[in-house]
């Protein structure tokens, strides 16, 4: 596993032992260029993000969105992608992209591409295609400060979970690419959650 996946995944495993009040929203805001405001372009990337909450997709019951639309005028296509903690409600879910889309467009308002990472959502929008691609750039680690009883064992024990957790979830079905699980490491307890937007292959 690219050791940047590894890094994000982690992310939820060590959730329980931070404060994600101060830590989320996190926003990347792409160096791909920018757009001018009051353009088609906003205004495209607007509705966009706003159809977020109100499609009816049977996606989002699942907690993945995506869409893309053409900006008038210009040969340019928008993408947006969304994606929920596979455990989150749908009604949750909704809540969260909603409000990831708002703020996405508040913290970066005038790039052309953007990732805002929230406790238990993602937005992301660019004006090149993120549809079934693979991408781990940019990402958004967060390190857990605690020890373990025995860091080889632990960390061995560890390697094991999210090896079977990366195979379970990527073998997912179009809708949700998501496994949880846990063990034991001596006297420490490891729960972790692995997950992959479902427009990916199992590959």
Known sequence: MNPRNLRLLLLLVFASAINAQDLFPHEVCAPTGNFTGNSTYQTTLTTLLSSISTTNSLSLTYGFFNASAV?????QTLYVIGSCRGDLTAESCRTCL?????DIRRLCPL?????????NC??????ASIFGTVTTDPDYQLFN????TNPDTYN???RA?????????????SLRKYATGNTSADFDKIYAMVQCTP???EQ
């Open 161 to 173: 979970l999210l090896d079977d957790l990366r195979g379970k979830a990527a073998a997912g079905g």
């Open 156 to 158: 061995a024990a560890l």
């Open 199 to 201: 427009d990916l292959t």
């Open 71 to 75: 900006v008038s005028g210009a040969s």
């Open 122 to 127: 993602t937005v992301r929008h660019s004006n």
């Open 145 to 148: 400060v605690n020890n373990v």
């Open 111 to 119: 790039q052309k591409g953007a990732v805002l990472y929230s406790e």
């Open 98 to 102: 909603k409000t990831s889309a708002s």
